[in-house]
T-cell receptor
Framework: GENVEQHPSTLSVQEGDSAVIKCTYS??????FPWYKQELGKGPQLIID?????GEKKDQRIAVTLNKTAKHFSLHITETQPEDSAVYFC???????????????FGKGTLLTVNP | NAGVTQTPKFQVLKTGQSMTLQCAQD?????MYWYRQDPGMGLRLIYY???????DKGEVPNGYNVSRLNKREFSLRLESAAPSQTSVYFC???????????????FGPGTRLTVT
């Protein structure tokens, strides 16, 4: 089955700096890669996702890049703010038109702390 | 539009007791999921239901049963709780059952379960 590794497990940055979180996956058939943000005491919330037909996707201060050859993808947050402090999870799965694989495999998470 | 709701929010059980965690979604989603979250382990899939009337095991199904009561509701039952089942449980749903670009999962707020 799919295995997703996520690094680092903790990341501390100063407000205004950039933060990068990296994930690798093992199944070359995976083609859908979402990122979730989990604030303390809440459920994970989807913040951005990328499919394997594109190499990069951006939404305001966050961006995700994908390298299919190397089987890794990364989350980039620019101009970090204290409210970006949370646990971030990457995940991978296979989307297809007729199959039965609906399962996301998650990384173990990164605790991001943005210091004012 | 409440999204995904879970009850109860907190629960303490004694070893051997049983309980059912309830989940409901109002987004007309086809697929629903149960995860558990443990420190340093990320999110692990317990069971999922790709569509109404079907359920399948995930990564860690032992000690659990599920029921897809209707399209809206998906319950998780612990028949004989064990201390190893102390965890935070999340329910999630997604729009399409195995289709393209429908796998975005939306999570509930979680149930914090302690088994003593």
């Amino acid at each position: 089955g799919e295995n997703v590794e996520q690094h680092p497990s903790t990341l501390s940055v100063q407000e205004g700096d950039s933060a990068v979180i990296k994930c690798t996956y093992s199944d070359s058939a995976s083609n859908y890669f979402p990122w979730y943000k989990q604030e303390l005491g809440k459920g994970p919330q989807l913040i951005i996702d990328i499919r394997s037909n594109v190499g990069e996707k951006k939404d305001q201060r966050i961006a995700v890049t994908l390298n299919k050859t190397a089987k890794h993808f990364s989350l980039h947050i620019t101009e970090t703010q204290p409210e970006d402090s949370a646990v971030y999870f990457c995940a991978a799965s296979i989307e297809n038109s007729g199959g039965s694989n609906y399962k996301l495999t998650f990384g173990k998470g990164t605790l991001l702390t943005v210091n004012p | 539009n409440a999204g995904v709701t879970q009850t109860p929010k907190f629960q303490v059980l004694k070893t051997g007791q049983s309980m059912t965690l309830q989940c409901a979604q109002d987004m007309n989603h086809n697929s629903m999921y149960w995860y558990r979250q443990d420190p340093g382990m990320g999110l692990r899939l317990i069971y999922y239901s790709a569509s109404e009337g079907t359920t399948d095991k995930g990564e860690v199904p032992n000690g659990y049963n599920v029921s897809r009561l209707n399209k809206r509701e998906f319950s998780l039952r612990l028949e004989s709780a064990a201390p190893s089942q102390t965890s935070v449980y999340f329910c999630a749903s997604s729009r399409l059952a195995g289709g393209l670009q429908g796998q975005e999962q939306y999570f509930g707020p979680g149930t914090r379960l302690t088994v003593t």
